[in-house]
């Protein structure tokens, strides 16, 4: 028969190898990466090159974040909005994934911020821009990587006023959430400064059948034409609107993905063209020129902003883990790391709004020798307004 003081010691002895054999655990555990992106369509490209920026920086520690190994888990949301939902919730459900990440279109990462709030999922937006994002979904447990919207409109519509002294536009998008809000931001900036927006002309996503639009703007003869396009879709529009002949005659401006990584195929057609982004060609820092570096020793092609953006995700979710010594169950450290996060960006450094947006530099860049290049800061730290945001 045990004495009391002999069963005090059992039990001692008993909760401290469960409380060492849960933190052997937690140690091992790998830390589930729900990758939901486009793989195939339009924006197929984009997925890709955020994707390999995220593998970029986890690859550069070794593989862990946090001293936590990453275990990917993929799904091809096709940029379809109606299959979203379900897409997240297999990565959600089905794989039991520690964070979202994604994803490119706006309307389908609406769709996964509905997800990941009903669900309280980490969940981290690499490239969609829906201003909703981080204005009225806003949320804890949500955060972008990237941009809204609005910020490189907006910026542009600045530089087409003030810098550029157009009186009148025409805009042209796709018609969705991030073509209607990119136009809005453009309108803000532009309308601020003197200019007008004449008309606001659209096509659904993904079609490409541009002549009818291009005969109306020849037909308006606005001072310029604001467009927002992206992928296969910015491709083809730049090589109509100078086949169309209107390239010398009505200068064409767009937000930077108007021209990032579509250059080679855009050819000729894009030389000279104006665009705002939050990164650009030629910048001068030590992080840019080792990201590429390192980027085109693994791929042939260079990176873009949307492989930026895909480093930078995981560069946030590894501050989260660090702030909570690797315990992704730990939210509320995981939360509070990344969003006090400096983020020390190949496009320069950054940090998070209230609203978990990137506050950062807005560049004027101009194409040349097949570059997007640097031409000067057009706004610099802008914030996005985040309307209806309540955090
Ligand atoms: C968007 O849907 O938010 C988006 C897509 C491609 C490039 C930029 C924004």
Not at 5 to 29: E, K, M, P, Y
Not at 120 to 133: E, K, Q, R, S, Y
Not at 153 to 164: F, I, L, P, S, T
Request: contains cysteine; neutral net charge; aromatic residues 8%.
């Amino acid at each position: 028969m045990k004495s009391r003081f002999q069963r005090t010691l059992l039990q001692f002895a008993v909760t401290c190898l469960a409380a060492s054999a849960g933190s052997f655990a937690h140690a091992q555990d790998k830390v589930k990466v729900g990758l939901m992106l486009p793989f195939t369509g339009t924006y197929a490209a984009l997925g890709t090159a955020i994707e390999n920026g995220f593998r970029l920086y986890v690859d550069e520690q070794g593989g862990k974040l946090a001293g936590r190994e990453i275990e990917f888990f993929k799904v091809d949301d096709e940029s379809d909005p109606a299959k979203a939902p379900e897409n997240a919730n297999r990565l959600v459900k089905r794989d039991a994934v520690d964070v979202l990440v994604g994803t490119v279109h706006s309307g389908v990462a609406m769709g996964m911020a509905k997800v990941a709030k009903d669900s309280d999922t980490l969940l981290i937006v690499p490239n969609a821009g829906a201003d909703a994002i981080t204005g009225p979904l806003c949320a804890p447990n949500i955060f972008r990587s990237s941009f809204s919207n609005w910020q490189p409109a907006y910026a542009m519509g600045v530089v087409a006023a003030d810098r550029q002294k157009h009186k009148t536009a025409v805009t042209v998008t796709w018609k969705y959430a991030a073509g209607d809000e990119s136009v809005r931001g453009f309108k803000e900036g532009f309308e601020s400064k003197g200019g007008k927006v004449l008309r606001e002309l659209n096509v659904p996503f993904p079609n490409v059948e541009f002549q009818a639009l291009l005969t109306e703007i020849a037909s308006l003869k606005p001072d310029a034409v604001y467009v927002f396009f992206a992928g296969g879709g910015a491709v083809k529009f730049v090589r109509d609107y100078a086949a169309a002949g209107l390239k010398n005659t009505i200068p064409l401006y767009g937000p930077g993905f108007l021209t990032d990584g579509t250059l080679e195929a855009q050819g000729e057609a894009a030389n000279g063209l104006l665009t705002t982004l939050h990164y650009a060609d030629g910048l001068d820092n030590a992080k840019d020129k080792a990201f590429r570096a390192a980027y085109s020793a693994k791929h042939t092609i260079q990176p873009d902003v949307y492989a930026v953006q895909g480093y930078d995700a995981a560069q946030l979710l590894a501050a989260g883990l660090q702030a909570a010594n690797g315990d992704i169950k730990n939210r509320d450290a995981v939360v509070k790391g990344m969003a006090s996060a400096q983020i020390m960006s190949p496009r320069g450094e950054f940090s998070m709004s209230k609203a978990h947006n990137p506050v950062q530099d807005f560049y004027l860049r101009e194409v040349k020798n097949g570059q997007n290049q640097l031409v000067n800061v057009a706004i610099e730290n802008l914030e996005d307004p985040a309307r209806g945001c309540r955090m």
